[in-house]
């Protein structure tokens, strides 16, 4: 069967690379969705009861001192305002090589997560596989962090983001493969570790479609182009979300690479990129575990109070808000606490322990214990168990 990729109403044009084959997608097997028979309950219907009872389990709570108290419950108590039996700790990096193949991805993420007892399985993607979706092509050159550079960006022009197709998840390889990870981590783990998947903000995806340079002048010179770009983009994303939660995940982890004040101000985002992202997060609203992570310095705090998420992170050692002031703009709890370079990378022991100590007071204990975003490939054993075991010392 020929190769299908779901459309938006309208005709649209076909994106055509410059010096690459008509396509968009090299890895997207096109289809349309057929309606429902008469009568029968549509499938997002069909899917609620098991989101429901995935979020009951993420309720259930032994309070301290009443019997063992599961990751799960020991997050879901920080989120009420309560004190658990000891903090909640995770830490996450990118595994590249093992993140192109799920079974693989997922063995290295539960090792890494059994091997320091975190309370938090968060799968950290290949952070090209959106944008492969859409023709992307990367390529691994050891980066320290394990990230891809990128050989081919399928957008170049403003006529380009008019001419992306909505994607069916299920259908494009690198979109599955992440639905794989999070089924295939579910069995591993049990109901009782959150399991935490990995999405691109809208306006992230558009970045690593055109390259920064590229979006920044869209935005400024045909704004109407990029928007009808992020309207795909979004749509494809809230599929993807549906799925990852129907494949057994506990909430989502939602990149925002885009919203600092480096790049955009708080209008021009609110303008283009706030309900894209509000839309993602919505389609994890029978989940109990959503993340926002403000990706670059001078972060848009401003902009979570809009967002339905229950923990909110940033790179809180740099230019812009500390732990403090973050908690107060967001309303929210925070997953965070340890610079991941300066702290976790480059510092001692003793750093690692003196960050988890100074993060806990600075956030009256409405913390998850983690590094303020991907850590390093080089960054100690040491200084990760360091931190693990400075969070289990605090104590409840």
């Known amino acids: 069967m020929a190769a299908r990729a779901r459309r938006g109403a309208g005709p649209r044009r076909a994106l055509r690379p410059r010096h690459h084959a008509r396509r968009v997608g090299p890895d997207v097997r096109r289809r349309t969705r057929a309606a429902p028979a008469a009568g029968r309950e549509p499938a997002a ?62 063995d290295a993420e ?11 399985l968060k799968l950290t993607p290949s952070a090209a596989y959106l944008a492969e979706g859409w023709g992307a092509r990367t390529v691994d050159r050891g980066d320290p962090l394990g990230v891809r550079d990128y050989l081919h960006r399928p957008v170049s022009e403003p006529a380009h983001w008019h001419a992306l ?14 639905i794989t990870t999070v089924r295939l981590a579910r069995a591993r783990v049990g109901p009782d570790v959150p399991v935490l998947p990995t999405v691109f903000s809208p306006l992230s995806v558009a970045r690593y479609l055109a390259g920064e340079d590229v979006l920044l002048t869209h935005l400024r010179d045909d704004r109407a182009a990029v928007v009808a770009g992020l309207a ?40 283009v990129a706030l309900d894209g992202d509000r839309q993602v997060l919505e389609a994890a609203s029978a ?25 909110v992170s940033w790179e809180h050692t740099g230019p812009g808000p500390a732990l403090a002031e973050g908690m107060r703009l967001t309303g929210r709890p925070v997953l965070g606490g340890v610079d991941q370079v300066s702290v976790l990378r480059d510092g001692t022991p003793a750093d690692v322990r003196a960050a988890v100590r100074a993060a806990w007071a600075a956030t009256g204990g409405r913390l998850v214990v983690a590094p303020a975003c991907s850590y390093p490939l080089a960054v100690p054993p040491a200084h990760l168990r360091a931190l693990v075991e400075e969070t289990r010392a605090l104590g409840g």
């Open 232 to 271: 795909t983009i979004t749509r494809t994303l809230v599929a993807l979300v549906e799925a990852l939660v129907d494949a057994g995940a506990d909430g989502v982890y939602l990149s925002l690479f885009p919203a600092s004040h480096r790049l955009v101000d708080a209008g021009t985002y609110r303008e």
């Open 165 to 178: 197709p909505e994607l069916v998840p299920a259908d494009v390889v690198s979109l599955a493969r992440e």
């Open 45 to 106: 219907a069909r899917r609620r009861a098991p989101r429901r009872a995935r979020a009951a389990a993420g309720r259930r709570r032994t309070l301290p001192g009443r019997g063992h108290v599961t990751p799960a419950e020991r997050v879901r108590a920080t989120l009420a305002g309560e004190r658990p039996d000891r903090p909640a700790v995770t830490v996450w990096r990118h595994w590249p090589g093992a993140d192109q193949d799920a079974a693989a991805h997922v």
């Open 287 to 311: 989940t109990w575990l959503r993340v926002v992570h403000f990706h670059l310095p001078e972060p848009l705090l401003e902009v979570a109070p809009a967002l339905p998420a229950e923990l």
């Open 110 to 120: 539960v090792r890494h997560r059994d091997a320091l007892d975190l309370d938090v």
